[in-house]
C-alpha cells in the first residue's frame, strides 16, 4: 500500500507541476486542483498507513488510526476547494476584461498607466 | 491579564466583516462609520494587550477549552502583541486615507474584505499552533485576493490571477512543510515543537529539516524572499494604493513566522537543523536587498518604485533576522516596525501622485500636480525613511541592524551600506523627475483636485509613527531588547502552553 499511495502522490503533483507551469490559466487551474488532491493524500499519510484500526480509544485495540490528520484533511479540502472557487472566478474576470486567458504579463502591462500622447493597446 | 479579550482582535473584525456583507450592502456611509469603528476599538484592544504582554508573562488562550498541545492555542506574548497593535495602527492610517479619497466607492464590499484581512492578520500573529497559522494564512489571503482586485481592470485581475496562484502554490507547499512536520514530532502546537524539536531521535532529523526547508520556503514567498519574490513586483504596482500600503503588514507575516520558528522552535542550537535556518537566510536576504534596490533605481514608474522599496526593506529585515542573536532579533523587531510604517507611507504618498498624475511613469516629465509642494515634502519624508538617511527611523533601524551583525561586518555592511546609496539614487531621480522637472514644462492651466484633507492625515499619522519611533528610539529599543530575549529563551511561553502529556 506504501508504495501504491507513494506512487500515486508522485504522480499527481508531477502532473500538477507541470500543468502549473502552462501560460494558460485553465491548464495552470487543473494543475493547482491536482497539487491540492496530493497534499490531502499526503496529509492523510502523514499519520502513518493503517488499515482496519480504529480512530478512538477502546479497551480491546491493538492500535489505532491517528484522527488528527482526517481532521487537519478536512480543513484542507475546504479551503483549498474556496481558493479554487476564487481563482476561476478571477481568470473568468481576467479572461472576459482582457479577451485572452494567458497567465502571463507583456512587457508594459506591468504599468499602471500607458503613457499619455503614446496611448494605444499593448 | 487580558482572559477572553486575546480572541478579540480575531472576532470583532469577523463578526463586523460579515455584518457589513450582510446588512449594510447598499450603504456606503453606515459601513465606513461601522468599519472605521471597529478598526479604532481593535487598535484600543491591541494597545490593552501591548501592555498586558509587557508586563505579565506570555498568556494562552485555550481554544474550547481544550488542553495544549491537543486542541488549538493562542498565545498572546510581546511579539504578538507588538504586530497586532502595528497591524491595527496600520489598519486605522489606510481606512482614513481610503474614505478620503473615496477609493471604498470604485468597487464593492471593500470594507468587508478589510475586516475579513484584519481578522487573518491578527489571528496569524496571535496563533499558537502551526496548522492554525496556515488556516489563518488562508484567511488574510483570500480577503486580499478580493482587496487585491478592487475597483478591477485588466492589468490588475490578470495581476491578481498571478498572484492567486502563486500564493495558492505557497499554500500546497504550507501543507506539505505541516504534514511532514506532524509525522515526524506528532504535533503542530508552536510550544510543542519547540520542546520535541530539542529531544529529536537522530533518526528522524533528516525528515525534520525537509520538514522546516518547506515551511521556511513558504514564510519566504509570503516575506518575498529571493528567489520567491518575483510575485511581489506585479502584485503590489497593480494593487490599489491603499491596499498596497496594508499589504505592507502582509509581508512582515512571512518576516513575524521566520522569527517565531527561526528563533524559538528551531534555533541554532538544535542538534537536528543547527545552523540550516541562518544559512539559507542570510544568502537569500544579502541578495533580496540588492535586488530590491537596483529595483528602485531602475523602476519606470512610481508603484513599481515603491514596490521594489517593499522588497529592500524586506532585505534588510531578513538580513537582520538572519543574525539569531538576541541583538540582531531586537534590530529586526525595530526595523520591522519602521519599514512597515514607512513602506506604507510611501504607498499611500505614490497614490496620491498617480491619482493627481496623467501616468505614473518616471520616463517622462508631466506638468506640476495638485498640492504639488505638500505631496513633494511628504515624498521627501518618507523616501528618507525608507532610504535609511537621518534623522528618521530607518537610519536608526540600519544602524542597529549594522551593529548587531558586526561579527559579519565584512560580508553584510558592504551591501547594506552600498544598496542604501543606490535606494538614494533611486529616490531622488524619481522625485526630481516628479517633482522638479514639473517645473519645467508649463501647464495650460493650474491643476486641480479636491484637497481630500482626510487622506493628508492618514499619510501624516504614518509619518508621525516613524517619528515618534525616532524619538523614542531608547525606550523602543529597550523594549525590543526584552522582547527578543524572551524569544531567545521560551521557557515562560512553554510554560504558559502548560501542555499536557499524551496518555
Redesign the interface.
Known sequence: MEALVASALGLLTAAGTYL?LRLR?FP??VG?TL??Y??NV??F????LVTGMPPIITKDAIGYADP??QA?VL??IV??F???A??VM??L??FL??GDD????TEG????????GGGGAP | MMSHWIIAPVMLPAVVGALIVLLMRNDLMLQRVFSLGATIVLAAISLAMLYAATVHPPEVYFLGNWPAPFGIVLVLDRLSALMVALTAFLALCVQLYVIGTDWDARGRHFHALFQFQLMGISGAFLTGDAFNLFVFFEVLLIASYGLMIHGGGKNRLRAGVQYVAFNLLGSSLFLFGLGTLYAVTGTLNIADLAVKAQVLPEGDAALFRVAVVMLFLVFAIKGALVPLQFWLPGTYANAPGPVAALFAVMTKVGAYAVIRFGVMVVPATTPATGGLVADMVLPAGLLTLVLGALGVLGAGTLSRLAAFAAVASMGTLFIAISGFTPAATSAALYYMVHSTLAGAALFLIVDLVIDRRAHDGLHAALPPIAQSGLIAGLFLASAIASAGMPPLSGFIGKLLVLDALRDQAGLVWPVILGTSLIVILGFARAGSTVFWKAHASAPLEAPRHPPEALSFVAVGALLAGLTVLTVFAGPVTAWMDATAASLHDPAAYIAANNLQKAR
Open positions: 502549473m490559466t495552470m487551474i493547482l497539487l491540492s496530493a497534499v499526503f496529509i499519510a502523514a499519520g502513518r488528527l490528520p487537519l480543513t484542507a479551503i483549498s474556496g481558493m479554487t476564487v481563482i478571477m481568470a474576470g481576467a476584461e482582457a494567458r497567465a502571463d504579463m502591462d506591468g504599468q499602471a498607466d500607458k503613457p499619455s
